[in-house]
Nanobody
């Protein structure tokens, strides 16, 4: 089992920045990739960014050039630096972990971008 706890969401004006953090605990040795997904009201959950244990990241087209995912394997943490935020980035952001025992999710953190 893997437990994920997110922090760092909040309310920000358009053009501002936020940094999300996610701490993993439990069977962390089994974690391969970690990532961030988001779910806006009335929409499906979508991938925002994902990073492998080796540090290879990929991003949704809508956030390329604005968001940066990073991972600290020693700290069992993953981060999402979000710059130049837009109102359409408003959503609940979920941390994810892919492991040999399954797919795990955090509880989610709200990000609201005002225009």
């Amino acid at each position: 089992q893997v437990q994920l706890v997110e922090s760092g969401g909040g309310l920000v004006q358009a053009g501002g920045s936020l940094r999300l953090s996610c701490a993993a605990s439990g069977s962390i040795f089994s974690i391969n990739a970690m990532g961030w997904y988001r779910q806006a009201q009335g929409e499906q959950r979508q991938l925002v960014a994902r990073v492998t244990r080796g540090g290879i990241g990929n991003y949704a087209d809508s956030v390329k050039g604005r968001f940066t995912i990073s991972r600290d394997n020693a700290m069992n943490a993953v981060y999402l630096q979000m710059n130049t935020l837009k109102p359409e980035d408003t959503a609940v952001y979920y941390c994810s972990a892919e492991s040999s025992s399954g797919y795990y999710w955090g509880q989610g953190t709200q990000v609201t971008v005002s225009s």
